[in-house]
Each structure stands twice: as structure tokens, then as C-alpha cells.
């Protein structure tokens, strides 16, 4: 696949830093070129430089809060008025809440939803007709480890994971017949500042298993390989298998023990 993809023009969201920036990074040393999506445009534009020295890739930045109404038309206006053509999008921008219900930022869990959901949905609605046109393309979405429970605590960001994951197995059997590639990758607690914006309690934070190079590394080989998702790292993965043999009741408490906020959530400004 990356042979194909080489020269080619990648969308990342949530491109400033964590997983983002890694996949840009990534892709990068696999030949293709990048439009950068994020809130923080010196960050991006620092990765831009980066990856233009290191490996000659081409990048347009471009400065976004997609969980504002019409920001992801806007960035593919941008994007059409340069003429570039999407070959993969990666669907990674999101952020979670960690907190009690009572009492929380109504506008602030809505937020997250019209980033983790709804812009997700509308960048792939409305690059797929372009990549069905051309008969090949392909779209990862970042889901997570929190997609195969309800998670108490982080029930509405759960929620917004779950949709991500079945929302990509649905499109991945729809389209696979048709040269489209959708993948959906389910990280669990990896080493990016995503724990510390969410309020989640420090142990979680202080404990976190994964690094980006080896989430990302692994979510492209499962696109590569056509994987309708992928859970990186064994225990992750034996966690989802064990999930789906307990009662849901038990699934519930158990998170309800392990994600139980120890300080008050942060804003993720």
C-alpha cells in the first residue's frame, strides 16, 4: 500500500502533538505529504519545518477547532482551492472529559462530542465520493480501548469511542469491495498529554503502557493489512476478549473502581 501512497496527500487531524503528530512523522518517512489539522498552529508549523528537513515533505497547515459548526467544510474548501487530492485520511483529532456527571460542563461535553463525533463523520462523508470516484483511498480512525464498555466517569467519551469503532467496522465492510480501506485503531492508556487534558486520575497517567511510535506504527500496519480494527498491545487486546465474556454489571463496576476521579478534571485550554 505505502508504494501507492508515496507522493500521495495524507489529512491528519489533531496534528499538533501525541498520536497526530506522530502519525505525521510517520507518514512522512513513507513518502507522503500532509495537510496538518490542529488548534496550535506554531506547533504544526514546527513539525511542518521538521519533516520538510528530515525527509522532504510537503505540508500545508492549516489552524482549526473542528468542533466548531462548519470547520471541517472550511478545511476541505482549503484543501479543494489548493488542488489537492486526499488519498488517506486520519481521522485522530478528539479529546476526553473525566468527571462526575453531576456537575459538569454541559458545553463542554458537547464540544467534545462535535470533535470526537460529528467532525469525524463529516471529514469522511465528505472525502468518500471522491475517493469512490477514483476507486482507492483509504481512512483511519483513531477509537479506543473504551469503545468495548461503558466506561463510568467517562461515559459520554466511551460513548463517542463506541460510535467511532462500529461507525468504521460498518464503512470497512461496506466499502472493502470497492478500494477503500477503513480502520479503525483502539489505543488503550498511551504516553500523550490526552490523560492530563481528560482529568483522569494520576495513577492512569503515571502507569501508561504504550508509546506513540508503537501505537501508530501498529495502527498503520493494520491499515496496511485491510484490518477492520485493531487493539495494539496483548494485554489491551486480552482486556476486550475478557470484557466480552463478563457481565456488563461487572464491566461497569470495575471501571467505576478504576476511574473514579481523584482531582477535579482540567479544561483542555
Known amino acids: ?32 505529504h500532509l495537510v ?6 506554531e506547533l504544526m508549523e514546527a513539525l511542518a519545518a521538521e519533516l520538510l528537513t528530515q525527509h522532504g515533505t510537503r505540508c500545508h497547515v492549516i489552524e482549526s477547532d473542528l468542533s466548531e459548526p462548519g470547520e471541517p467544510q472550511r478545511i476541505l474548501g482549503e484543501i479543494a482551492a ?9 481521522n485522530n483529532a478528539g479529546f476526553g472529559i473525566v468527571g462526575e456527571v453531576d456537575g459538569a460542563d454541559v458545553d463542554h461535553v458537547l464540544k467534545m462530542l462535535r470533535l470526537n463525533v460529528s ?53 470497512h465492510c461496506e466499502l472493502k469491495d470497492r478500494g477503500i480501506t477503513v480502520t479503525a485503531v483502539c489505543p488503550g492508556v498511551t504516553r500523550t498529554s490526552f490523560f492530563d487534558i481528560a482529568g483522569a486520575p494520576g495513577w492512569l497517567q503515571k ?26 498491545g496483548w494485554r489491551n487486546y486480552l482486556l476486550t476478549l475478557l470484557v466480552r465474556i463478563a457481565t456488563r454489571r461487572r464491566v461497569v463496576k470495575e471501571s467505576t473502581r478504576f476511574f473514579r476521579p481523584k482531582v477535579p478534571p482540567k479544561s483542555d485550554k
Not at 489548493?82 to 486520519?90: A, D, N, P, Q, S
Not at 481512512?139 to 463510568?152: C, E, G, K, R
Open 1 to 32: 500500500m505505502w508504494k501507492q501512497l508515496a507522493n500521495q496527500w495524507a489529512l491528519v487531524t489533531g496534528a499538533s502533538a501525541g498520536l497526530g503528530a506522530e502519525f505525521a512523522r510517520q507518514l512522512a518517512s513513507c513518502g507522503m
Open 119 to 171: 467532525a469525524l463523520t463529516e471529514l469522511t462523508y465528505r472525502l468518500l465520493p471522491g475517493m469512490l470516484e477514483r476507486g482507492h483511498g483509504a481512512i483511519l480512525n483513531v477509537s479506543s480501548l473504551s469503545a468495548f464498555q461503558p466506561v463510568a466517569y467517562m461515559g459520554a467519551y466511551a460513548a463517542s469511542k463506541t460510535f467511532i469503532l462500529h461507525f468504521s467496522e460498518a464503512l
Open 207 to 232: 502507569h501508561a503502557s504504550l508509546d506513540v511510535d508503537y501505537v501508530v506504527r501498529k495502527a498503520l500496519k493494520a491499515l496496511t493489512r485491510r484490518r477492520q480494527y485493531y487493539v495494539p
Open 82 to 90: 489548493k488542488g489537492l487530492t486526499i488519498e488517506l485520511l486520519v
Open 36 to 41: 496538518l489539522v490542529a488548534r496550535r498552529g
